[in-house]
């Protein structure tokens, strides 16, 4: 069911899976970091009014930082995992940190490519604003 969710999530914002995933491990990392005295989010959800005051207040406070910095983050997340001795010639390959040998053409199949569509310039551009 969480896989399903997260296909949809995907889906929505025109992130790969992988990127949800990780925009997911962003806001629960910054509910866990923060604690109940800084939360300052209505906890009383006994009627409609109120449980729309505390998705505004999460959002607000939980999911606009995380997505107003998200790519500055994913690419210092990337460095950093780039800059890990253990990082594989190939993860290095797949992000286009080195360049492949020219008389090996495998690790061109390997390089993911925004799928340019339409829907995909649509997501684009109603994120931009």
């Known amino acids: 069911h969480l896989e399903k969710d997260i296909r949809d999530l995907s889906k929505i914002t025109g992130k790969k899976f992988e990127d949800v995933v990780f925009i997911l491990h962003l806001v629960v990392k910054s509910l866990m970091d923060t604690s109940t005295e800084q939360c300052n989010i209505p906890t009383e959800l006994t009627n409609h009014e109120l449980r729309q005051e505390w998705e505004k207040a999460f959002d607000s406070k939980f999911i606009q930082p995380i997505l107003n910095s998200l790519q500055t983050t994913v690419q210092d997340q990337l460095n950093l ?49």
């Open 81 to 129: 995992v780039l800059k890990e001795e253990k990082s594989s010639e190939l993860t290095r390959i797949v992000y286009e940190k080195i360049q492949p040998e020219p008389n090996n053409p495998l690790p061109h199949l390997w390089r993911y490519r925004t799928i340019v569509s339409l829907a995909h310039f649509s997501q684009s551009f109603s994120t931009a604003d």
